[in-house]
């Protein structure tokens, strides 16, 4: 017996076991990004009218360049995520969909990516 619908077991389609996996990665990035955006708000507003020397300076700061780094890669992984969920459910058509979330993944990975190597250029001076 079979827990699956007639037009389920009709297409072959069943649960990828991955939900649950995703959810807790979309619940995990949302909690980080919580106390890492107040952060990140009020460091914005402390540093308005610094020049690229002070932000340079601040962003030496072990802690502000770790806590840039890790809202950045959150941000950026909490977005994909996000994304994919809305192209599974709303994007029509296998290719349109497959072409869709493997653009999702690599435009999340370049910028994030990006954003990242800017910030090291920047702290370690390049």
Known sequence: MSLRSDLGRVRGLGSAKEGTSHWWAQRLTAVALLPLSFWFVWSAINLVGV??????NWLNENANLVLMILFVGSLFYHMQLGLQVVIEDYVHGEIKKVTSL???????????VSSIVALLKVAFGS
Not at 51 to 56: A, L, Q, R, S, V
Not at 102 to 112: I, T
């Open 102 to 112: 493997v653009l999702n993944l690599f435009v999340a990975l370049f910028f994030g």
């Open 51 to 56: 020049d690229h020397i002070g932000f340079k």
